[in-house]
């Protein structure tokens, strides 16, 4: 357990932000599912609209946001 009064407040804020951030990537894998389940136009937007906000907080880098973009995309294109 932290001692000083700075390492519990770390620890309190931290808390939060794992909460925040485990919302935020449960919606963007939510989104993505119900996209592989649909594959239709509108369910592509929102799983992009989902990815794109979940890096733009900092929850997944940008990398990998465009890298699960593109593998969606490709499966559009597939179908």
């Given at each position: ?18 909460t925040?951030?485990?919302?935020t990537?449960t919606?963007?894998k ?18 992009f609209s989902?990815?794109d906000?979940a890096?733009?907080?900092?929850v ?5 946001a465009d ?12 179908k």
């Amino acid at each position: 357990m932290p001692i000083t009064k700075s390492a519990i407040k770390k620890l309190r804020a931290d808390k939060k932000k794992a909460t925040f951030n485990k919302a935020t990537k449960t919606k963007a894998k939510t989104a993505i599912d119900s996209f592989k389940e649909l594959l239709s136009a509108e369910s592509l937007s929102k799983a992009f609209s989902a990815v794109d906000r979940a890096a733009k907080k900092g929850v997944i880098k940008k990398g990998k946001a465009d890298r699960i973009k593109a593998r969606l995309s490709k499966k559009v294109a597939v179908k």
